[in-house]
T-cell receptor, first 113, second 113 residues
């Protein structure tokens, strides 16, 4: 079954700790994305990667970091510098050319206590 | 720059009634347009997309949307609402050749029995 997996579904961390969210896809997509969702805000782009070993900042990259060492994986680290980390985080992927339709994973809800 | 405006953060319809969710976009070049649906605590699922072919686009679950360039609109409709349609709906615009999808803030649809 092809798709995007995000783990864990729910994550709790203490303030001041870094935390890494996992995103894996087996769709053979070149491009991957991380979004943050807050109630009433829609989705905002944090980082995206067009190809392995390359990534670009989105609209709200401050306090976050990513890596893209493998085509299938695009982990997101929420650092202690992120002022309001509690949110729903969504990972997506796309083929990387043409219409470039994005397909989404199930999301991770991060709560910082 | 491109942007998306969804009119109405919350829409309520009776079961069996017409569903109309409004989306207006701005884009400096012909866009690709998308509607996604999100059920509580889940990721986004693609409903339909406009890619400059037919202006009337049919999607999953009986939904359709019409691209109207003169009105810069891409409203989502369904002739008869079902209880299972209760969810949040997001309109999004993608500039051709770009990786950055711009989302509206979402419209939460409630279906009254």
């Amino acid at each position: 079954d092809g798709g995007i997996t995000q783990s864990p579904k729910y994550l709790f961390r203490k303030e001041g700790q870094n935390v890494t969210l996992s995103c894996e896809q087996n769709l053979n997509h070149d491009a991957m994305y991380w979004y943050r969702q807050d109630p009433g805000q829609g989705l905002r782009l944090i980082y995206y990667s067009q190809i392995v070993n390359d990534f670009q900042k989105g609209d709200i990259a401050e306090g976050y970091s990513v890596s893209r060492e493998k085509k299938e994986s695009f982990p997101l680290t929420v650092t202690s510098a992120q002022k309001n980390p509690t949110a729903f985080y969504l990972c997506a992927s796309s083929i990387g050319q043409g219409v470039n339709t994005q397909y989404f994973g199930p999301g991770t809800r991060l709560t910082v206590l | 720059a491109q942007s998306v405006t969804q009119l109405g953060s919350h829409v309520s319809v009776s079961e069996g009634a017409l569903v109309l969710l409004r989306c207006n976009y701005s884009s400096s070049v012909p866009p690709y347009l998308f509607w996604y649906v999100q059920y509580p605590n889940q990721g986004l699922q693609l409903l339909l997309k406009y890619t400059s072919a037919a202006t009337l686009v049919k999607g999953i679950n009986g939904f359709e949307a019409e691209f109207k360039k003169s009105e810069t609109s891409f409203h989502l409709t369904k002739p008869s609402a079902h209880m299972s349609d209760a969810a949040e709906y997001f309109c999004a615009v993608l500039r051709a050749g770009s990786y950055q999808l711009t989302f509206g803030k979402g419209t939460k649809l409630s279906v009254i029995p």
